[in-house]
């Protein structure tokens, strides 16, 4: 497709347990971002992939989150043994170039901790 | 660091009213200003952007215009109908190494 896809769109797990979350960028886009959208706490940034280069980890909000990108295409959002507290919209957004603030967001992946 | 502060919603308006959601930022340097909108069930996308001071940017009936002496890229609509319902997100960015810094968000809801 022409846009940035995310999956699962909906995912509910019981606390304790991992859980990855998928983003397929928009072909040709070396800059991908992660970001936290929570209720009332508007877009957390978690981390930036640019290229080859070694990612921007400094919005993770602890070491069970953590991201992969393989190829310079997918990247993959692990978050291992979940908390209540992880529960939010997780975003995927992807651009040309980096930090130009021109991004291309999906539609998100929504996480429920129970 | 910078940070981006938005009115807080939700803001109710008949359709035909005019439209203004306050943003003001704090940031070092020139940073780059922009308005995100995200539609009921769709991704954010980007409405408007201004990377200069006085620059005014626009699209779709919105505009903001960049506003260095009092930190602010207000964003307005002279008429609004119920298709703009949605959130509307204020951000900049100050290039560098830096991402994208996002405001909380205000949810519009336009009535009939």
């Known amino acids: 497709g022409a846009g940035v896809s995310q999956s699962p769109s909906n995912k509910v797990t019981e606390k304790g347990k991992d859980v990855e979350l998928r983003c397929d960028p928009i072909s040709g886009h070396t800059a991908l971002y992660w970001y936290r959208q929570s209720l009332g706490q508007g877009l957390e940034f978690l981390i930036y992939?640019?290229?080859?280069?070694?990612?921007?980890k400094s919005g993770l909000p602890s070491d069970r989150f953590s991201a992969e990108r393989t190829g310079g295409s997918v990247s993959t959002l692990t978050i291992q043994r979940t908390q209540q507290e992880d529960s939010a919209v997780y975003l995927c957004a992807s651009s040309l170039l980096g930090h130009t603030g021109e991004l291309f967001f999906g539609e998100g992946s929504r996480l429920t901790v129970l | 660091g910078d940070s981006v502060t938005q009115m807080e919603g939700p803001v109710t308006l008949s359709e035909e009213a005019f439209l203004t959601i306050n943003c003001t930022y704090t940031a070092t340097g020139y940073p780059s200003l922009f308005w995100y909108v995200q539609y009921p069930g769709e991704g954010l996308q980007l409405l408007l952007k201004?990377?200069?001071?006085?620059d005014k940017g626009s699209n779709k009936g919105f505009e903001a215009t960049y506003r260095k002496e009092t930190t602010s890229f207000h964003l307005e609509k002279g008429s609004v109908q119920v298709s703009d319902s949605a959130v509307y997100f204020c951000?900049?960015?100050?290039?560098?190494?830096?991402?994208?810094?996002f405001g909380k968000g205000t949810r519009l809801s336009v009535i009939a």
């Open positions: 201004a990377t200069k001071a006085d």
């Open positions: 992939f640019q290229g080859n280069s070694a990612p921007d």
């Open positions: 951000a900049l960015s100050s290039g560098g190494n830096t991402p994208l810094v």
